[in-house]
């Protein structure tokens, strides 16, 4: 009798496991994501329910619920401000740039603001420049600091910049730090305790926030920012932590307009953490003798469009003559492979430079089978050898740099909160290039035996990682 209650209770998980599947799987189909997710999901929740249906709630949704509605409720008290700031941004909007019309539209469309004139950018490259140009804009704050990191260790790095921050709280300076509680799972509490106890304003992001998103872990927000004054951004792929000084990195310092846009960025990630509305006046400074021109562009899965994969799109698009990327991972999407492929088949020179040794097995794995996807199209890869590279750059023609946050993954692409900048100067840009170019001097050119001579198990391996890859 207990075995045939066993078996029947087992029958009966199964049947509902496979119910609950189907449902889910047409739940899956209309979904807005890429049709190899969609495939990948729909196939795994039929075949193997029990498996995935868990993971589904967990990992499945591709839009982060109430974030912009929450935006669109502050707007009710706020509304004509913003609206009052945002022309006061765009009075100061560069003069169009030949060959950047597409991108400067979107752009606009996106986010509400334009390239911003009188802006100096300073490139800062690799961690130890970059930490050290923040602590000396802390420590030059008359007003307030806002902070936002994806990752804080509770390191030497992560202790010199607390220790700033600290400084400048009992000086009366206003500071707010944000950070991803994913992200930042190993971050003890008595580092965030040093802070509140100096009077710091703490919160992490909480992507769990409301009922939709309870059990959705799946979204991050990876964005590296710092602001001080209204006047000073930083943004780039640094987060905070010793082994960024050990990787190859780049970051940005902006002074100029283009440092309130990334204020905004904050402000709103601090709303939807805090529902508190920060109120700063900061006037919108020209930065002296400096005329580049930078747009901001924060995308996130809480828009209605995918907004990251379209700002990528036009971009490669745009290409003529030259499109240079690196990202630590590369696993592109169908789109992204065709665009890159189009665009080395128009004779643009393609160079995506990654990382000789991955810091994510399972992304490497997937990023191998890609390598017939480009070097048959013309598109040349680069390992580089130096050190692990993570740094987020895409170089188009001699009309503009991007530098953020973004890498060339689904991840990136869909499911994280993100932001880049945008820079249209020729001077910045052949600055950006030779970087780059010293990069390519320290890797390795892709060969198809990379991929091919690779023992039969290491190649089933890498093609189940990237059917997979979409449903992380």
Request: hydrophobic share 45%; with cysteine.
């Amino acid at each position: 009798m207990a075995d045939v209650q066993s078996i029947t209770l087992i029958g009966s998980v199964l049947v509902i496991a496979e119910i609950t599947g189907i449902f889910l799987a047409t739940h899956v189909v209309m979904q807005p994501r890429s049709s190899q997710g969609t495939i990948a999901w729909f196939i795994a929740l039929i075949t193997m329910p029990l498996i995935t249906v868990p993971l589904y709630a967990v990992f499945g949704r591709t839009r982060f619920l109430g974030y912009t509605e929450a935006l669109r409720k502050a707007e009710a008290s706020v509304g004509s401000r913003v609206r009052e700031w945002i022309q006061r941004m765009n009075a100061v909007a560069a003069e169009p740039q030949p060959g950047l019309d597409a991108v400067e539209a979107l752009c606009k469309n996106l986010t509400g603001i334009a390239f911003l004139r009188a802006n100096r950018v300073e490139l800062l490259i690799d961690g130890a420049a970059t930490y050290d140009a923040m602590i000396n804009a802390i420590e030059s704050a008359n007003d307030y600091v806002l902070v936002q990191f994806y990752i804080v260790r509770d390191d030497v790095v992560g202790r010199r910049l607390r220790q700033a921050l600290i400084d400048q709280a009992r000086k009366g300076v206003r500071v707010q730090f944000l950070y991803d509680e994913i992200g930042s799972i190993n971050l003890p509490q008595s580092y965030l305790d040093q802070m509140r106890d100096a009077g710091i304003a703490i919160s992490g992001f909480k992507t769990t926030k409301g009922r939709s998103n309870r059990f959705q872990i799946n979204f991050r927000n990876h964005r590296k920012l710092l602001i001080v004054d209204g006047q000073t951004g930083f943004i780039g792929g640094h987060n905070l932590g010793e082994e960024y000084l050990r990787y190859r990195d780049t970051h940005l310092k902006i002074d100029g307009p283009a440092a309130q846009h990334i204020e905004f960025t904050f402000l709103k990630d601090w709303y939807w953490a805090t529902q508190e509305i920060v109120q700063l006046e900061a006037p919108i400074k020209h930065a002296e003798n400096s005329d580049q021109a930078v747009a901001i562009v924060n995308t996130g899965p809480a828009h209605a469009v995918r907004n990251c994969g379209i700002l990528y799109l036009t971009l490669i698009s745009q290409a003529r003559t030259r499109l240079w990327i690196t990202s630590p991972y590369f696993v592109p999407d169908d789109a992204m492979v065709v665009a890159l492929q189009a665009a080395a088949r128009r004779g643009v020179d393609v160079r995506i430079i990654l990382p000789d040794k991955a810091d994510q097995r399972f992304v490497e794995f997937a990023s191998f089978t890609y390598y017939d996807d480009m070097l048959n199209s013309g598109v040349r890869l680069y390992r580089y050898r130096d050190r692990f590279m993570h740094q987020k750059i895409i170089l188009v023609d001699d009309t503009v740099a991007g530098i953020g946050t973004v890498n060339l993954d689904n991840r990136s692409l869909y499911l994280n909160f993100e932001a880049t900048a945008l820079i249209a100067d020729a001077a910045f840009i052949a600055q950006v290039a030779a970087m780059l170019a010293e990069d390519l001097s320290n890797s390795s050119l892709v060969l198809r035996e990379h991929y091919s001579n690779k023992p039969l198990p290491f190649r089933v391996a890498s093609k189940i990682a990237r059917l997979a890859s979409p449903l992380l």
